[in-house]
Every structure is written in structure tokens, then in C-alpha cells.
T-cell receptor
Framework: KQEVTQIPAALSVPEGENLVLNCSFTDSAIYNLQWFRQDPGKGLTSLLLIQSSQREQTSGRLNASLDKSSGRSTLYIAASQPGDSATYLCAVYSGAGSYQLTFGKGTKLSVIP | SAVISQKPSRDICQRGTSLTIQCQVDSQVTMMFWYRQQPGQSLTLIATANQGSEATYESGFVIDKFPISRPNLTFSTLTVSNMSPEDSSIYLC????????????FGAGTRLSVL
């Protein structure tokens, strides 16, 4: 059974700092990996999707990497802003054509002005 | 992209009652999913709702407790039946379709508190 772990559970940083969020998964035979942002009352917003054949994806100040062999993914946020404050969730798809996601518990990020 | 409307956004219910949560999508989608997020926990898949067939439930979830309807390709409901305080969670609807660029889109969720 796939298990997804995110470390740290919570993180507080001053505005402008670069930061890394970590995600690990137990079964390396994943299909895709997706990072989401969760804001209270606003559901989940997809940030980056990394397909199994890719090693990283970038969108603006965000960069996500994937190392299937070690069962790890990282989300790098450059020049953090107070608006980045949210809970960040890592989720993996297991199996080709599978649309079922296994989520981590998330990292709650607070960016202090 | 897909825009998902989920109702109600929050509710406070009495023990033993039932609540039906609605999920409306602005386009036709193949698959709709229902998730539960208990306080401090990760999202857990309850079931996959397929149009024209019975929902497929994950281990630990049963139809009598969480009946699901999927009458067409843009709408689904999840009912939480005979509620207890342990059902207090956020319930989220998500959709997926081969035609969507992102694998899954999520609704804003329903925050349920059971007294």
C-alpha cells in the first residue's frame, strides 16, 4: 500500500526566503506526482504535475523535482511571499491510467512579512 | 480547465441525521471522486462515481453510510448518513477526464461538523 510522507509538517519563514518542501513515497512504481496548494475554504489548487518520465517541472517561482528511485520529490519555492502561506500537499498516482491519488498530510507554510 | 461548485460550503448537523453534498462541474467529465479529510489528516478517497453505474468504494467505506449518485456527466451527490461526531471532516469532490490538462480538479470542499 502506497504511503506518502511530507516533512516538515509546518514551516515558518520570513518573506523573501527560498525554501524546500519534502515529499517521500514508499512505492517507487508511481505513474505521476502532483503538488497541490490548499487554502481554507478554497479547496485544492494544482501547482505542478510531474509525469513519471520527467525529473522536474517549473512554474514561475516554483520548481518540483522527482526522483522515483529514491522515492522522493521536492517543491522549491523561490523568494517566498506572504501570499504563499497555505498548506502544500503532495500526491501520487499509482499505475498507468490510474486517476486515484494517495495524499500526504501536507506542509503548512507561513511566510512572515 | 474545469470549474467545480460544491454545496453546501459548510454545515453543522445533529447526530443521527443525514447530509447530502452536491458537486456540479461546468463541463462533462468522465470521472468524479469523493474524498474525506479528517482534522489533521491527509485526504482519503471515499469512492469513484461513474455515470450510469454504481459507485466504486474504497476499503473502509460502504454504500449504506455514503450513498452516491451520478445522474449525468456534470453532477454528483454524496450523502453522509446517520452522522456521528466522527464524521466531522472536510468532504471534497474532484473530477478527472482525459481531455483535461491537469489530472484532477478539486472543489472548494464542504466543512461538516456533527454535534
Amino acid at each position: 500500500k502506497q504511503e506518502v510522507t511530507q516533512i516538515p509538517a509546518a514551516l515558518s519563514v520570513p518573506e523573501g526566503e527560498n525554501l524546500v518542501l519534502n515529499c517521500s513515497f514508499t512505492d517507487s512504481a508511481i505513474y505521476n506526482l502532483q503538488w497541490f496548494r490548499q487554502d481554507p475554504g478554497k479547496g485544492l489548487t494544482s501547482l505542478l504535475l510531474i509525469q513519471s518520465s520527467q525529473r522536474e517541472q517549473t512554474s514561475g517561482r516554483l520548481n518540483a523535482s522527482l526522483d522515483k528511485s529514491s522515492g522522493r520529490s521536492t517543491l522549491y519555492i523561490a523568494a517566498s511571499q506572504p501570499g504563499d502561506s497555505a498548506t502544500y500537499l503532495c500526491a501520487v498516482y499509482s499505475g498507468a491510467g490510474s486517476y486515484q491519488l494517495t495524499f500526504g498530510k501536507g506542509t503548512k507554510l507561513s511566510v512572515i512579512p | 480547465s474545469a470549474v467545480i461548485s460544491q454545496k453546501p460550503s459548510r454545515d453543522i448537523c445533529q447526530r443521527g441525521t443525514s447530509l447530502t453534498i452536491q458537486c456540479q462541474v461546468d463541463s462533462q467529465v468522465t470521472m468524479m471522486f469523493w474524498y474525506r479529510q479528517q482534522p489533521g489528516q491527509s485526504l482519503t478517497l471515499i469512492a469513484t462515481a461513474n455515470q450510469g453505474s454504481e459507485a466504486t468504494y474504497e476499503s473502509g467505506f460502504v454504500i449504506d453510510k455514503f450513498p452516491i449518485s451520478r445522474p449525468n456527466l456534470t453532477f454528483s451527490t454524496l450523502t453522509v448518513s446517520n452522522m456521528s461526531p466522527e464524521d466531522s471532516s472536510i468532504y471534497l469532490c474532484s473530477v478527472s477526464d482525459p481531455g483535461l490538462a491537469v489530472s484532477q480538479y478539486f472543489g472548494a470542499g464542504t466543512r461538516l461538523s456533527v454535534l
